[in-house]
């Protein structure tokens, strides 16, 4: 069975940091590109940043670009997310899924507040 | 960015009816390489989304064939040929042809 497990999620103030982790199993990780997803509250979905299978290529969003950055270890079968001067603006849930959206996780809430 | 529009916003259904739901593309959608990566997301009430529909007209493993997808260039449509209780939920389009991947702005399928 497919699983991917997002963990991280918590209460953090404007101007602090975060990193999310999504532990992935049941399909061969290394082999697909991946991406973080997020979903501000009632709002509709909204990407985030895609990696490449290797690492080597990465993709961000004009509005998080200099502050997240994704990354992967494809030996523990896990996905990163460093979010670095985050803003009441990033606050949403957010979802690791395959490049293709074809598998998503449970979704991680993440709020910044004072 | 390409912008992904959908339509209706909402749409108010009896179980067994048939439904439509359009997004449209402010750019083609056709890649140089042939494809067309246009796909259909449900996220149902408090769950995550789970995929559909992908590359226009195909059917994710495990999804009922009620549901079909239809379209090319900028157009696009998806079809729910007898809408079933578990149906319910938000609707999605998104892209991948273009970078940055986007989505459209959601169709909210509910009971009558």
């Known amino acids: 069975e497919v699983q991917l497990v997002e963990s991280g999620g918590v209460l953090v103030q404007p101007g602090r940091s975060m990193k999310l982790s999504c532990a992935a199993s049941g399909f061969t990780f290394s082999s697909f590109p991946m991406a973080w997803v997020r979903q501000a509250p009632t709002k509709g979905l909204e990407w985030v940043a895609t990696i490449s299978t290797s690492g080597g290529s990465t993709y961000y969003r004009d509005s998080v670009k200099g502050r997240f950055t994704i990354s992967r270890d494809n030996a523990k079968s896990t996905l990163y997310l460093q979010m670095d001067s985050l803003r009441s603006e990033d606050t949403a849930t957010y979802y690791c899924?395959?490049?293709?959206?074809?598998?998503w996780g449970q979704g991680v809430m993440v709020t910044v507040s004072s | 960015d390409v912008v992904l529009t959908q339509t209706p916003p909402t749409l108010s259904a009896t179980i067994g009816q048939s439904v439509s739901i359009s997004c449209r593309s402010s750019?083609?959608?056709?890649?140089?390489?042939?494809?067309?990566?246009l796909h259909w997301l449900l996220q149902r009430p408090g769950q995550s989304p789970q995929l559909l529909i992908y590359?226009?007209?195909r059917l994710e493993s495990g999804v009922p064939n009620r549901f079909s997808g239809s379209g090319s260039g900028t157009d696009f449509t998806l079809k729910i040929s007898g809408v079933e209780a578990e149906d319910l939920g938000v609707y999605y389009c998104v892209q991948g042809t273009h970078a940055p991947p986007t989505f459209g702005g959601g169709t909210k399928l509910e009971l009558k």
């Open positions: 899924t395959t490049a293709i959206h074809d598998y």
């Open positions: 590359l226009v007209s």
């Open positions: 750019q083609s959608l056709l890649h140089s390489n042939g494809n067309t990566y």
